[in-house]
């Protein structure tokens, strides 16, 4: 057998207290002969989306045992956005994705595994075990969690945006103490990341196009037999790559960044998509900007609508082929001959995919639009870029022009709206969220949720510093660049001013006198920050712009 990057922590009589370590916890001589395989996993008993990987390490470590290999599980954390959702909590969980990055490299490289079996579900621990992956350069697979399934009621399918729509329709009267009581019950039925195509499933697709999970991962139900034979199969797959020393740093190229962000594209998928794919380009060594991200959106058609921007579920889109039919209706657009955890190249995988189901992914020639589904846009309010998914904005609202009503957190935004003080034809402005002046770059889906369930998505815009989940629907720009906490325009904006926004054109104007701007520049100081302690504190110094992904600097 080949040397292994274990034998450094198992080999020669050096390491005879390092055997015995391993031997207190019931390894033997047989299992220290073979490699050592991580099973990174990130199981808690808070998520819905993490309340079964126990189950699909169990079947992941068999197969790694089949294939003659010696698993060794560990846990990293694991943050549900939804139960942080509009409160103090909501500041943690894209700062998370750092901390679960770093937990998992050094747990690898304190224990110098050979190989590693990623278990992921949900919105940050899903990237930042990729960051964490290309970090390491060991041979690696992923299983993401899979897809929660559509909530039932009366006939009607939903998902989790729908609950946070209904709390507007509750406080209009709009909604029944018995369908909002259903709702609770009823609208998250188990196990699986919520059931749509926002952040988590999206993530989970993407990990797919890269060619880091086999196909089927990304879009296979939570609770589904065929998720717990992927994982079982990954297991043994990983025996594979470690053997013919297939890395992450040899799939996860420009690329196949390129491929996955082109199927972001065509599925309207999450815009925090933008700051995760930037994030793991870092790692990666690949430059992506936010121009890449809109020309290769431009030549992008959208080919399907999932919930929250159309009818279907993430389980609809497995019914209907799943990522790699999404590919195979894309490959003349995309780099064919890029490497997968399959040891197949892309071209090889696609040989013989078939769309199931053309209700659920259109073909080119019959898109939902020729654009993708996330737009990149500019102009005086975002020198830097800010970032809107186009696909779930209605056809009137791509360009609107309106009165700015200023908020400086989320919180007073939310307050006016469910208290019906903002009308037709406003552009709310929420600032001083971005990922140093959150701090953590929280996510608006309170707000947003608001204005749709007011009846508002028609008439009125969202712009802000901060993020959205990707349950957000409407004309909701986020990511606006430089943040307010770092002086840029967005901290400049007063009540009345008039905004523009021109989807189809890229641009986002704040229609104020330069002159006037400069003023109002001078006299801008910057807020006391919002968090003086811990973790958030420090997050607040080292991170970077949204339009570099909010990664560490490395380079203070």
Not at 186 to 191: S, V
Request: glycine share 10%; hydrophobic share 40%.
């Amino acid at each position: 057998m080949k040397k292994l990057r274990s034998d450094k922590a198992k080999k020669g009589i050096e390491r005879l207290p390092h055997r015995a370590l391993f031997k207190a916890v019931g390894l033997t001589d047989s299992d220290l002969d073979k490699p050592l395989i991580a099973i990174a996993n990130s199981w808690n008993e808070i998520v819905p989306g993490h309340i079964h990987l126990d189950k699909l390490a169990a079947v992941a470590k068999l197969g790694v045992k089949e294939a003659g290999g010696t698993p060794l599980e560990f846990n990293t954390i694991a943050i549900c956005d939804g139960i942080a959702m509009g409160h103090e909590g909501m500041r943690t969980p894209l700062p998370s994705r750092e901390i679960i990055a770093a937990s998992v490299e050094l747990m690898i490289e304190a224990h110098q595994f050979d190989a590693m079996v990623a278990i992921a579900s949900c919105d940050k621990i899903e990237p930042g075990m990729v960051m964490a992956a290309l970090r390491l350069n060991i041979p690696t697979i992923f299983v993401t969690g899979g897809c929660m399934l559509a909530g039932e009621w009366k006939g009607k399918r939903y998902g989790i945006n729908h609950l946070f729509e209904a709390i507007s329709k509750a406080k209009k009267g709009e909604i029944s103490e018995e369908d909002l009581k259903a709702l609770e019950d009823y609208g998250l039925p188990g196990a699986g990341s919520c059931a749509g195509l926002y952040t988590a499933n999206t993530m989970a697709v993407m990990i797919e196009a890269l060619g880091l999970s086999l196909p089927g991962t990304g879009t296979a139900p939570a609770i589904s037999a065929e998720k717990m034979r992927l994982a079982r199969e990954a297991g043994r797959q990983i025996m594979h790559l470690l053997e013919n020393d297939i890395k992450p740093k040899d799939i996860v190229t420009r690329e196949a960044i390129e491929n996955a962000i082109r199927v972001d594209m065509a599925l309207g998928g999450s815009t925090n998509s933008v700051l995760h794919l930037m994030a793991i380009a870092e790692e990666a060594g690949v430059k992506i900007t936010l121009e890449d991200f809109d020309e290769i959106s431009k030549t992008t058609p959208v080919l399907s609508k999932i919930n929250p921007a159309g009818p279907h579920f993430v389980s609809d889109l497995h019914q209907a082929g799943g990522v790699m039919a999404v590919m195979k209706e894309l490959e003349p657009l995309l780099n064919l001959d890029v490497l997968t955890v399959t040891g197949k190249t892309l071209r090889e995988v696609l040989k013989d995919i078939k769309v199931l189901n053309r209700e659920v992914i259109r073909s080119r020639d019959d898109p939902y639009s020729k654009e993708g589904g996330i737009a990149i846009l500019w102009g005086s309010l975002a020198p830097e870029g800010a970032v809107v998914k186009q696909s779930a904005v209605a056809p009137e609202m791509l360009k609107f022009e309106g009165e700015a009503v200023v908020f400086d957190c989320e919180e007073d935004a939310v307050k006016a709206i469910l208290e019906g003080k903002i009308e037709k034809g406003q552009v709310v402005v929420i600032r001083y969220e971005g990922p140093k002046g959150g701090p953590g770059m929280r996510e608006m889906l309170a707000a947003t949720s608001a204005i749709t369930g007011a009846g508002l998505e028609k008439s009125v815009a969202l712009i802000t510093d901060g993020r959205f989940s990707g349950a957000t629907r409407g004309p909701c720009i986020g990511h606006v660049s430089p943040e307010a906490f770092e002086g840029g325009p967005i901290a400049l904006v007063k009540n009345g001013d008039i905004i523009s926004i021109d989807i189809p054109d890229r641009k986002l104007e704040l229609k104020v006198p330069p002159e006037e701007l400069e003023k109002r520049k001078q006299q801008w100081k910057r807020p006391k920050p919002k968090v003086d302690k811990g973790y958030l504190k420090l997050y607040s110094y080292i991170t970077e712009s949204a339009s570099k992904g909010a990664v560490w600097k490395y380079e203070l």
